[in-house]
């Protein structure tokens, strides 16, 4: 080994704790993009009954303006990478908090329902930005030392985001005594739940001027003393700068740029480990996930319960959203990708099982019998446990993974979009279910539950204690 590797090798096992401080800094201002991505995801489910109340349409119409922000996302995502390439991580995170501060603005402040739509629009757009730029920076920003522990930052930050909204939707409904079209401020309450999302907005735009460009982009840019002076920053200087410098250039150089012809073969159009990729973000999404964050104020309020008592219940549904993930973090990598799955899948069947036969008895004086609203409470608290202690984390390591080096980038991309299709399927199709059968919906959502158990097994391999480049 040289002794400019040498140097490179102790700075990172040495990890430096006096910087550690700075670093968890701009992780964490970094992950803003994931909180707002949870908060702007979440927040739309405290106005979907004011808005159909508001401008007096069905649930097809309501379902596309819920779902319409998904187009958005698919395109924020599929753009971000080559905006951030151009101008760089830090100006495609302002560029992000800017949407998201204009998005906030107008979805508060709509003259009419083809307007909200659009402003709906520009917020995907920035969540789409924010879920690809967040962790491309902190991995290229952090020690390799504590990457994997900075990169979950992202997740984490999303799972708070979807709480404080569903927290802060409830706050401002009691203030409005229960009414979402009560009027707070010269605005209705459902209007206020969308225009506070603002002040994150905003603190994440100032957070992006007190962090550093990325060094991967200002080696990239030609600007490598400024990228020594960011991996001293957040490296330390016990390491070799110039040699950090090289090994950066030299990956970059010998990069392959995976492009979407390299995916194609098989029988089936795709090679068969995209369609493995395919299948782990549909069925990640077709259990029904994002119903429990969209709709499930409105949800509860279909079967009886109280506008102020159903925010709650979307609080708290969170709040188990947040410890299935802690939960997740702390075994994905003790006990593998594979088993925490399977765990979840069977955990996500039984839940759902329970919903989909709580939700067929008939209601009295509008209301779930006392037995079957208990049961459909707690077994909807289950599922989302469930999910977020498994589905929600693993899928993303898996992606992360389980593509060879060659494909890595294209199939990461195809699999996402795919998963952005799934959950817009789920998002507009759901208030129209509802109506039809709200307990056949859960069993459509259990029966894909279930059939995730056999996918896992027949097609799945365990890329835990794998190197990257043992993917092939």
């Known amino acids: 080994m040289t002794s400019s590797a040498q140097a490179l090798t102790s700075g990172a096992r040495e990890a430096q704790p006096e910087h550690l401080g700075h670093v968890i800094f701009i992780a964490a201002a970094a992950a803003m993009g994931g909180f707002l991505f949870g908060y702007d995801s979440a927040v739309i489910n405290g106005a979907v009954e004011a808005i159909r109340d508001r401008y007096d349409i069905g649930s097809a119409a309501l379902a596309q303006v819920i779902a319409i922000a998904l187009i958005g996302c698919a395109i924020g995502a599929a753009t971000a990478g080559r905006i951030a390439d151009r101008i760089g991580r830090i100006r495609c995170m302002q560029i992000s908090a800017a949407l998201f501060t204009a998005s906030a603005v107008g979805s508060a402040l709509p003259f009419a329902l083809y307007d909200l739509a659009f402003w709906r629009v520009i917020g995907g757009f920035a969540i789409g930005m924010a879920s690809v730029i967040g962790p491309a920076y902190i991995a290229e920003v952090a020690p390799a030392a504590y990457r994997g522990r900075l990169g979950s930052f992202q997740q984490a930050a999303i799972v708070i985001g979807i709480a404080i909204s569903q927290l802060v939707n409830w706050g401002i409904l009691n203030a409005a005594d229960g009414d979402q079209r009560g009027e707070i401020m010269g605005l209705e309450a459902w209007q206020v739940m969308l225009g506070v999302m603002v002040i994150p907005a905003v603190l994440y735009g100032l957070l992006s001027f007190a962090i550093p460009e990325s060094p991967r982009f200002l080696i990239s840019a030609g600007r490598d003393e400024r990228a020594r002076e960011v991996l001293k920053e957040v490296e330390g200087d016990k390491i070799d700068l110039d040699a950090r ?96 799955a399977l765990i979840g899948s069977v955990g996500m069947v039984v839940g759902l099982a329970l919903e989909a036969w709580a939700f067929s008895f008939d209601l009295v004086d509008g209301k779930l019998p006392a037995t079957q609203g208990w049961v459909a409470l707690i077994a909807a608290h289950v599922f989302v446990l469930f999910f977020a202690l498994s589905w929600g984390v693993v899928v993303w390591v898996f992606l992360g993974e389980m593509f060879p080096n060659r494909l890595r980038a294209a199939a990461l991309g195809v699999a996402a979009s795919a998963q952005w299709i799934a959950n817009w399927a789920i998002t507009a199709s759901f208030p129209s279910l509802a109506d039809w059968n709200l307990s056949m919906t859960y069993v459509i959502y259990t029966v894909f539950a279930a059939l995730s158990i056999p996918f896992v097994l027949k097609f799945v391999t365990e890329t835990k204690g794998k190197t990257l480049e043992e993917m092939g």
């Open 245 to 340: 410098v090289a090994e950066i250039e030299h990956a970059m150089k010998s990069e392959h740029k995976s492009v979407f012809r390299d995916l194609l073969g098989g029988s089936f159009f795709f090679k068969p480990i995209v369609w493995i990729g395919i299948g782990l973000s549909v069925f990640q999404q077709f259990v029904g996930i994002n119903v429990a964050f969209y709709y499930s104020s409105t949800l509860w309020q279909s079967v009886g319960v109280d506008p102020s008592e159903s925010f709650f219940y979307s609080f708290t549904t969170s709040i188990i959203n947040i410890v299935g993930t802690v939960i997740a973090m702390i075994f994905v990598d003790r006990i593998g990708r594979r088993p925490l």
